[in-house]
Every structure is written in C-alpha cells, then in structure tokens.
C-alpha cells in the first residue's frame, strides 16, 4: 500500500505491506485523514519518530477477526493503545500509560496511508448524520472537547483563548457553546473571519487586559502566547496549557503562588462527546478545511500546512 | 508600645505609638505571635515593607468600636485585608484584592507588638479549648488546609509531601488526617523525629519513585523540591505549589501537557477549619515550639528562626 513514510526529519512517498491487524486489532481501510501540527512537530524533528505518520483519521474496518460486527462500519478511533496491565491501565488512564504506543506518534504506524491497525477497543463507530469531512476532525475535536472535562466553565466565566490555529478554532467554538463570556486572541486574518462570522469577539493581542480571565487557554504553542494568557488571568484563575512546544519556559512561581494560580496541562480528549457535538452540527468543521489532496500528494500538503494561517488540510486516502 | 521595626533590611526593636484603630477595626492586645518563613524573606528584603513586622498572632480585643461583645474576647485574624468594593472582593476573594493590605506584610503594621489593629471582620474569636500556644498556630495551619479547599484528597491517594519545615509539619498532619497514603521528604532529623512520632512515613530524597504520587505538595521552598515532586508525580497528577521563593524556575511545558499535569498555587487559607482542628486536639502544634522568647528580644528570635531546621519561635508580646 501507499503511505507518507517519515525518516530522518523527511516525508516521502513508499510502498510498504498492509500492516498486520495483531489479536485484537481491526485494519481500516483509511477515508480521510488530517495534517496536525504534532505531524508538523515530528517532521521537524522535536519529537523521535520513525515509520508512518498521520492520527487524525476516519475509515471503514476491513477486516476484525471476532468481531464480525464491526467489518464494514465507519469509524474514529482513539490514538493511545496502553498496554492493558499497568496501574495507569487498570485506573482508567491507558492515554497515559507508559508503555503506550500512539497512532503515527510513538511506536505504531499511523493513518497517512491506505490502511492502519489499532485495538477493536480503540474504535468509535461513526453515525451517518456524520460525513467524513467532518468525522475526521473527532480527533482534534475530542482534544478540545477535554478542557470541559478538566476545568467546569459555566455562562458566568470569563474566559481567554491565545491561539486560533487549527485546534484552537475548534477550542473556541467548544468554549462558546457554554455560553461563558469567550475572547480570542487570533493572528491571521482567516482566524479572525471565521471567529467573527461565529458570533465569537476578539481582544488584540496588545489591549487583553489584565485581571479580566476566570479561564485563560493557551494554544498558540508559544512562550508569548504563555505569558499573554498568564497577565490575563485574575487571581484564582485557571490556566489551561492546550499546546507543547520545544525547549523549557521560565516561570515565576511565587506568582503563581501569590495570586493562587492553577496551570492544567491538556492533551487528548473523549471521542464521544467530539462525535455528539459532530452529529449534531454543532461544530462548523466545514468551513476549517484548507484542502483535500490525494495520499500521494502528502508532502505538499505538509508544506501547505507549514504556512503562516493555514486551515486544515486534508489527504484522501482512497 | 514596643514593636519590630523592619527597615532597610535590618530588624530593631523600636517605641511607637499604638496603632489607631480605623472606623470598622479593631485594636488588639497580642498575646503570643509567630515568627514565619514569609518575616524571614521580609528581613532578606526579598518583598519590600517597612514598618512593623508579624502576621501570625493570638490576642485580646482591647476595643473595637461599635462592637462591644467584641471587647476582651480572645481571638485570632485573617492578616488579608480587601478594599471591598472591587470584583474580587465583591465576589468572595478579597485575600486577592489588588488594594489589599496585609497584617505585617503588604501596607499595614504587623502583629510583632504589644498592638495591632484589623477590621473586625476579620477577627474570629478562640473556643477556651485552644490555648493561647496553640491559637498562634492558626494562620499556618490554615494556610495548610487550604490544600484541601483546592485539592480533594482522599484514602484513596497516595500523597507526597516535600519539605517539613514548620508550614510543612502542619501540612503533614493536615493531610494525615486524611488517610491518605503520606510520604514526606523531610532534610533534618529533628524533623524526621516528629513525623515518626506521628506515625508518618518519610521517603529519602533519592528513593522518591517516579509515578508513584496522585498528588504532591511542595513545600521546601527551593527549586530541587519542585523537581523532586514534579518528578514523582504520576500522569494526571496534581502538584501544590505551597512555598514562594525568589526569582524564576524553568520548567518544561510540553512534559506538563503531555502527562497532563496540575499544577495549584496555594497560599493563605480558611481559618475556621483550622480553628476547629486545633480545638478538637487533633494537630500538634506543642512540640513545633522550638521556643518563646519575649518581644524584647525579637531580633534573637529572628535569629533562631534562621538556622537549618528550626521549628517554630514564638514571641510572647503581653
């Protein structure tokens, strides 16, 4: 089958076998799958990773051996696969096992190709109402979809979002529908037209004033964007980090201790509510959608991908 | 009256007039005050004040105006004092009032005198059952508990503590009482000696185990304890940043995201529950008492405070 092979900070085009579906696992046949910047991250070289890339996916189960059921249905699926034994396991924490392998990230070939193989468990069956243009943002989705599950935020909250890059226009139409008070520090001038056309207001990055932010959420994957959302927040308030970038940030912590700060650190999220919100059209997913190109025009869309603004660009797989 | 006067750095015992009692406040005679690690960084010049110092205090309501079954009740005090016009006092968090004064830290003298005057509101009255030795240990203590108003911990959790300073004895026992599974990592054998008293376990510094801890609670007030109890932590754990200490720590973010970290500044806390505790009997604070020495000699106490390991200094103030 085709794939986007990474080696050596280099994307590139192979033929490799169909992956072997191990006991348990299901092979899917791959519809669409997303460019996210982790992808970006990984060409770059910030994290090891050798093999396949691509975990942002959906596709249709060729093949399960036991669950008969399932050949043939549209699925998502959950990227982490814990080993199933560990405390981390056994309390309901597999994301964060750490044995784990993750879908085109740590030790298992991913969705930027024809098929990849992940545990029967891992997979959502996908509704109807659900396209595939939309059900391959689940992954991203469910990521945004767990702030909520870690921080409450009610219609009485105040709350600052830094960064509305890829994930964060999905954080900010998430945030919005609790119905709290949502500003959005954007960049580009897309991000900006489609908060705007959401219903969703802006502060300029140099007019966020200080004190105002029950709940501040950093997703710019920058320093600045930490700090600006820090300065934002009032004492008592939350600080979500929604983005990982490279190297150490200096903090102050007495600061923090002072004003009683609280820094959550967020990373994937529960597919389900990311598929109820996609079935009910709660999410305009539509509108996020650079391009879809071919499988076999990967690497330009990773270069597309890398521009300053860019949207999400998809590969078809088919 | 008599009082510390800190100045430049240098601490002296000096002659000053009683402090006026404003409209709403209270002038109360001190019976027994505290020396805290926060007077130490005063005197460090680590935070600017001038004027008296002291904020943990038991007393007698010489006379409060307007509140006459306040007069010669025993009390202590929330050292906070909030404009109470602002948002943050309005709704409830006036300890983070950005106008605020605090008892012998932030614009306003302190409690290291034979006066000292605050808003009744602030003043909760001592049950008979709490001496006088053991009301001074109130605000401590509630700073203590107030890792329980910001974390659930339960029998459930494994907890490690680091740092057993004198706020950090309070905390063990306040989250002793929890039964949680505790550990603490204490540096002096003095310190040690307490905590096997209290049928609580230590871990040496280099044994802690990696994702051993749902939560850690760093008290040492040095950067190597955050590292010891980030480092312990498992994913999804709660770290409580329970010490200020100057200048900046560099921290890696992408590690805090990636394992879903929190991480909680804890500062002052309720009173109330701290009060209730001592009253039933259930902390120790007697053998925390390295010493009481009279306001007099002030400076000497300061100068006890400072040296490796020392437990609580108490100034007898009548």
């Known amino acids: ?81 814990g080993c199933g034994d560990c405390v981390d ?5 597999s994301r964060h096992c750490a044995q784990r392998t993750v879908l085109g990230i740590v ?22 109402s659900v396209s595939d243009r939309a059900a391959v943002f689940c992954e991203p989705l469910a990521a945004a ?42 960049r580009h001038d897309r991000q900006k037209d489609f908060l705007r056309q959401q219903g969703i207001a802006l502060f300029a990055e140099d007019e966020i004033p200080s004190r105002w932010a029950d709940v501040a959420v950093e997703a710019s994957g920058n320093c600045d964007g930490f700090h600006s959302a820090r300065g934002a927040l009032r004492p008592g308030g939350t600080l979500v980090l929604k983005s990982t970038y490279h190297g150490k940030n200096e ?3 007495s600061s923090l201790v002072v004003d009683e700060i609280t820094l959550i650190g967020s990373r ?17 997913t539509e509108t996020l959608i650079e391009d879809v190109l071919p499988l076999a025009q990967g690497p330009a869309a990773y270069q597309r991908a890398t521009q300053a603004g860019a949207l999400k660009l998809l590969l078809d797989c088919r």
Chains 1, 2 share one sequence.
């Open 89 to 93: 396991c056994r309390q309901g924490r």
């Open 145 to 186: 979809c767990q702030i909520l599950e870690q921080v409450p935020v009610s219609a009485q909250d105040r709350v600052l979002l830094v960064g509305a890059g890829r994930l964060g226009l999905l954080i900010a139409q998430v945030l919005a529908r609790t119905g709290c008070t949502l500003r959005v520090v954007a």
């Open 107 to 128: 030790g298992r070939h991913g969705a930027h190709a024809h098929y990849l193989a992940l545990p029967v468990d891992n997979l959502i069956p996908v509704p109807d």
């Open 1 to 81: 089958m085709q794939c986007l092979w990474l080696e050596n900070k280099k994307l590139a085009l192979r033929q490799v076998a169909r992956p072997q579906a191990e006991p348990g696992e299901a092979l899917v046949r791959v519809h669409l799958a997303g460019v996210c910047g982790t992808d970006l991250q990984l060409l770059a070289g910030i994290y090891p990773f050798q093999g396949i890339v691509g975990h942002e996916f959906v596709g249709v189960v060729e093949r399960a051996d036991g669950h008969a059921a399932l050949t043939g249905q549209r699925v998502v699926g959950e990227i982490n696969v």
């Open 268 to 284: 994937c999220g529960p597919f389900r509510p990311a598929l109820s919100l996609l079935s009910q059209g709660l999410i305009d």
């Open 251 to 253: 903090i102050d912590f």
